[in-house]
């Protein structure tokens, strides 16, 4: 329990929840209810506030009506254990299925995530990808509307930047799709945008300009609640090839936490690496004494 109260004091100094990716060390990767819920009771013992749930968990849901006959109850038996010990949870969908399977997809997450009461369901805007850039961010803008339009999910739908230089998910891409859809916020994947640059992010100018971008082009406010991810990248001349341990990795954890301090910013931190929270733990102790 000390541990938990020290590692709940440092995300309260930092004005961030600190959260995990798919799982935890155990479970890399949440399939089932149960993993969920042993997750969840994990997290809480070491004091981490947010789980950004894999969208494995939910392959198994094929109908909008599945959600309800066979599903409400395991969700709902979720998102009351969330309540319960003050983790956020958000849903990451970012493998999406091409035409027509995609609309049946989308409004399955954004069923669930309506269900849940998530604080996001994060996609990557990269599904038309056999098009050119102009046309494919067009169908995307469209698509999210007339999503969010048919579902009427409650929380907002993340905008995920992606890796691969070839692919819509720039820093650009997502800020032009923000402004052109309703209920959406940007999710600035750290790693991702390092990656897209072939190691893009250097020094902490090139942090302030993609923070400074974003708040100019959508609005300040975004930074009393915004979505981060981090994770350590392995990547070549078109963007990521995978996630490496941190340590291995030459994106500057300490400068994302500057940044942060920097601009005061407020939401979420959730860190996708490949130890899970084992890791993660490693990370707050280093950074706790940047923070006090």
Partial sequence: MLIRKKYLKIQERLGMRVGVAEGIADIPVA????????????????????????QQLFDGIETIQDIYKEHYNNLIKIKNLASKYNIELSLRATSLPDEPLLDDKLKIYSNIASVMDLRSLVI???????MPKDQSIRLVVHKINEIIGDTRIKGKMGIETTGKTGEVGSTEDIVDIIKRTRATEPVLNWGNIHARGAGGLRDLSDFDFIINSIRKEITPQWLSNAYLIYSGVAYGPSGLIGKKPIKMSDLSLEYVIKTIMKFNIKGTLVFDVPHKEKEIVDIIEEFGDMVR
């Fill in 31 to 54: 399939k089932t209810p149960t993993d969920v819920l042993t997750i969840l009771e994990e997290l809480y013992k070491v004091g981490l506030r947010a789980f950004l749930m894999p």
């Fill in 124 to 130: 990557s805007p990269n599904f038309y990808k056999m």
